[in-house]
């Protein structure tokens, strides 16, 4: 059974004449009645009632019609699955994210890609603290979203554009905050569990320690930011979460900032798209870096500077 059989079939169904299949197909009339014939000489059976204008499925007729539509999807999603590849259009590409990167920063790049390369996966790997820098280093992943310092990415030598900004507030729930009473500095909270996210990768450089943690300190561990958000808004212990995270927790009360009188606990926290500098990368992954922005801001500033 050709493919090319079930295609006359499709055609047949669709126009409801043998006429107007084959001005959609652009081929002769004799030529799609034998196409149907032999359609019927495989299948053992009438799949049409000729005895009206229109040609009518008999109840074998309809069955075998719906099956070569899935058939005759599967084959042209394989065709195009083909011609991706020839293309030279990557099969996978993975991107990190840090968690306390907002992921509407991504979701619009994601949507373009997704209807202009439906047959590439795309692979979002949840990072923490050094977790996304090491996964670009490491090549474990083609591009990273997170927080980071204009300074030490280009110490890295990655290509990056700058894509949000956002604070990281210090939160408890309101309960715990009574219990603090009126604290004054970080030592005053030292009594209180600090919730801490563990970072997801090895910590090297800037990360090579427990970034505002101080010595003495209590303190639990969590692998994610949902789950150290949880236990805030429970009361069990404070921490420091990005804004978009807490946003209506704030709203709600249900989460408030810790002021310190002698401390600024809050700071703001500036988002970067980075890369390997001149990776070299298919359609998809320079669609994706364009979407980004035009030209990465190390290669405008050495640009400069060379001038």
């Known amino acids: 059974m050709k493919l090319d059989h079930l295609k006359v079939l499709r055609a047949v169904v669709e126009t409801g004449t043998v006429k107007l299949a084959a001005e959609t197909l652009n081929r002769t009339q004799p030529a799609i009645s034998q196409a149907l014939k032999a359609l019927e000489f495989q299948t053992g059976t009438k799949l049409f009632d000729r005895s009206g204008y229109r040609l009518e499925l008999t109840p074998v007729g309809k069955r075998v019609y719906l099956q070569s539509l899935r058939v005759l999807s599967e084959a042209e999603d394989l065709t195009e699955l083909i011609m991706h590849f ?27 890609i997704q209807l202009r390369f439906p047959e590439t996966r795309i692979i979002l790997q949840a990072e923490l603290l050094s977790g ?26 990655f290509e990056y554009i700058p894509v949000d900004k956002s604070v990281m507030h210090n939160v408890a729930a309101p309960m715990l905050i009574d219990t603090m009473g009126a604290p004054r500095t970080l030592a005053d909270l030292r009594r209180f569990h600090q919730v801490i996210a563990r970072d997801s990768g090895q910590g090297s450089g800037l990360f090579d320690r427990e970034l505002g943690v101080q010595k003495g300190q209590r303190r639990w561990y969590v692998s994610d930011l949902h789950m150290k958000k949880q236990l805030l808004v429970t009361g069990l212990g404070w921490g420091r979460l990005p804004e978009h995270l807490i946003a209506e927790e704030l709203a709600q009360g249900t989460l408030q900032e810790i002021r310190l009188t002698d401390t600024h606990l809050s700071f703001d926290i500036e988002i970067f798209v980075f890369r390997q500098p001149k990776l070299i990368t298919g359609p998809v992954g320079s669609s994706i870096w364009d979407a980004f922005g035009a030209t990465p801001v190390s290669l405008e500033k050495h640009s400069r500077q060379a001038t």
Do not use: C, Y
């Not at 300074?151 to 890295?156: A, K, N, P, Q, T």
């Open 86 to 112: 020839e293309k030279g259009q990557e099969e996978q590409i993975t991107i990190a994210i840090d968690a306390a990167s907002d992921p509407d920063v991504l979701t619009p790049v994601l949507a373009s």
């Open 132 to 157: 996304a820098i090491e996964a670009v280093q490491t090549g474990a992943a083609a591009f990273a979203v997170a927080p980071a310092l204009q300074v030490m990415l280009e110490e890295e030598g």
